[in-house]
């Protein structure tokens, strides 16, 4: 039974570019979490998402961030014209309800903009 | 809102000792979920231990252990028999469940965990 999968481990994009981070949840879970990292911090919630519908974005930044979970595919965390403060840890977190907690979480994405 | 607070930013401890790792949180729900992770370098998140609120029994998991005084709001971290693998960022992280946040995590500021042989 894989666990949460994140794709790339690694990513670097110049200013200006796209990142685009994938997370494919655990098998059966239907509710995704993105949570961010910045260096010598802890990890602050970005967005929750079930199967095609955001339920909480309340830690997304309101511009150049968005996220989606189609019915079919990864969970995508899109980061638009990205800039240097973008540089994190980027996690994706995965249950199968919300009242389950904890979720399972992937190795994450370092993303690095230069 | 929720906040977690982890006043250690650094502790150190001899292979085979105890050590205590502190956490604080502010909250007005009466039932939650606290956590202990676990972030060696490799930066997977392994969840440590888990203690329900409602719950006066403190949580066990092996050579884990938590002191949770639910009045004073503290929620802290015994590792017993420290071992050399136990060296990694720790992070305690409140999860108001049972409320309307849907699940999601609030993390401490972390402490960096050394073990020494």
């Known amino acids: 039974n894989a666990g949460v999968m994140q794709n790339p481990r690694h990513l670097v994009r110049r200013r200006g570019q796209e990142a685009r981070l994938r997370c494919s949840p655990m098998k059966g879970h239907s509710h995704v979490y993105w949570y961010r990292q910045l260096p010598e911090e802890g990890l602050k919630f970005m967005v929750y998402l079930q199967k095609e519908n955001i339920i909480d974005e309340s830690g997304m930044p309101k511009e150049r961030f968005s996220a989606e979970f189609p019915k079919e595919g990864p969970s995508i965390l899109r980061i638009q014209q990205v800039v240097r403060g973008d540089s994190a840890a980027y996690f994706c977190?995965?249950?199968?309800?919300?009242?389950?907690?904890?979720?399972?979480f992937g190795q994450g994405t370092r993303l690095t903009v230069v | 809102a929720q906040t977690v607070t982890q006043s250690q930013p650094e502790m150190s401890v001899q292979e085979a000792e105890t050590v205590t790792l502190s956490c604080t949180y502010d909250t007005s729900e009466s039932n939650y979920y606290l956590f202990w992770y676990k972030q060696p370098p490799s930066r997977q998140m392994i969840l440590v231990i888990r203690q329900e609120a409602y719950k006066q029994q403190n949580a066990t998991e092996n050579r884990f252990s938590v002191n949770f005084q639910k009045a004073a709001k503290s929620f802290s971290l015994k590792i017993s028999d420290s071992q050399l693998g136990d060296t990694a960022m720790y992070f305690c992280a409140y999860d108001n469940a049972g409320g309307t946040s849907y699940g999601k995590l609030t993390f401490g500021q972390g402490t960096i965990l050394t073990v020494h042989p």
């Open positions: 977190a995965s249950s199968w309800g919300r009242d389950t907690s904890p979720a399972f």
